[in-house]
């Protein structure tokens, strides 16, 4: 009994999502329907990619590690927050706050890194196009994805094993629907100062050093753009990049916002709010920019859709799919109509209400 008084003494307390706040059925409702989308998203275009070899490209390879970071990071925090919702219990014990954290860690810097990987593919696809196939080769890429992998789960170590040894005192209750290092380092005794200023040199090195580089490939993309002679090409290239840089706004903007500022300036309101909008909101709005803004990925799902057999029997002769070193330009997969995008969206509600139904009849059980 002592034991169990113990163990449970270590457990934390997730108040979840605005504690108090009005109508909170109504938005982890949404907050389902954005996880399910996400998840269906993602993992058909994961699929896509992996099924038409015409997608085998540098470009749609980086894209599909972001979309499987999207699926592990908004993995880590919604199950977790549906089940302390649903049930009375919103403990969690310390091991598994270390687990969710080094998760969490792990993912946003790697994506961080996967979205600086990718602008520089662009540049060299449209400022270096003949040195293209070789300097993005098919052994560069996977360095690519090793690196960003690697790179987020080291970073992502150190500063879970260093914020998780601070002692707790007093109250362990987390104002936060997830455990996460700055909600954390609220309850500790100890001088975190010194903490406080290694967490903001670690967001220079992941952020702003990565952020100064898409800038700077941006806007040699852009200039190497307005000297383009082809429209066609001039407009591809613009509608690719502009995609990159929805994506970058997105996930870069929450996440400065909430390890750059001093701790003073944190409210749990508003560290929830940006947690929603880099954590949830992104990894749903990061494959649906890219696919149905892009005519390759729109177009593979249309030729999947109307003869899916013959997309299996490819699969078969394909096996396991290689990296094929080419630009991913139009070769007949890029021509589809608005049919496609109405397709995608019904099958998307379909999903999504299957889903809701489920949400309501579990509520009601629950109630």
């Known amino acids: 009994m002592d034991k169990r008084n113990e163990s449970s003494s270590t457990d934390f307390i997730l108040l979840g999502l605005f504690p108090g706040i009005k109508h909170i059925n109504l938005l982890v409702s ?4 954005i996880y399910t989308v996400a998840l269906t998203t993602n993992s058909i275009l994961i699929l896509l990619i992996w099924v038409d070899s015409h997608l085998h490209t ?14 592990t990071l908004i993995s880590s925090t919604v199950p977790k927050m549906a089940s302390d919702f649903f049930s009375v219990k919103r403990t969690i014990s310390q091991v598994a706050c270390g687990t969710q954290i080094f998760f969490f860690l792990t993912v946003g810097i790697a994506e961080c890194i996967i979205i600086t990987l990718m ?17 993005m080769s098919q052994k560069v890429c996977l360095q690519m994805a090793t690196v960003s992998w690697a790179g987020g789960a080291l970073i992502s170590l150190m500063h879970t094993a260093y914020a998780m040894h601070f002692p707790i005192c007093g109250s362990r209750e987390i104002s936060h629907f997830l455990c996460e ?10 001088d975190i100062s010194a903490y406080e200023k290694a967490v903001v040199m670690t967001s220079i090195v992941v952020l702003l050093i990565p952020l100064s580089f898409i800038l700077s490939s941006y806007t040699l993309i852009f200039l190497s753009v307005l000297r383009m002679n082809s429209l066609e090409g001039r ?58 803004r892009n005519k390759e990925v729109v177009g593979v799902l249309r030729n999947i859709m109307l003869d899916p057999h013959s997309q299996i029997v490819s699969l078969q002769e394909l096996g396991t799919p290689g990296l094929m070193m080419i630009d991913g330009g139009d070769d007949g997969g890029g021509k589809c109509d608005d049919n496609v995008v109405g397709v995608l969206v019904l099958k998307l509600l379909e999903i999504v209400m299957v889903m809701m139904m489920m949400f309501l009849l579990s509520k009601k059980r629950t109630g």
Do not use: W
């Not at 602008?119 to 070789?134: G, M, N, Q, S």
């Not at 290092?181 to 100890?190: D, F, G, R």
């Not at 500022?261 to 990894?283: C, E, N, W």
């Open 235 to 292: 407009n591809k290239a613009l509608a690719t990049c502009s995609s990159h840089l929805t994506v970058v706004s997105l996930y870069f903007g929450p996440a400065m916002l909430v390890y750059m500022r001093p701790s003073s300036y944190h409210s749990p309101k508003l560290d929830q709010v940006l947690f929603m909008l880099g954590a949830i909101l992104t990894p749903m709005m990061n494959p649906l920019i890219y696919s149905l």
């Open 58 to 71: 540098p470009m749609y390879f980086l894209l599909s590690q972001l979309a499987l970071m999207d699926l």
């Open 181 to 190: 290092v700055m909600a954390i380092l609220k309850l500790a005794c100890e």
């Open 30 to 33: 949404v907050i389902l329907l």
């Open 119 to 135: 602008a520089f593919d662009r540049y060299v696809a449209i400022c270096k196009p003949l040195r293209y196939t070789l300097i």
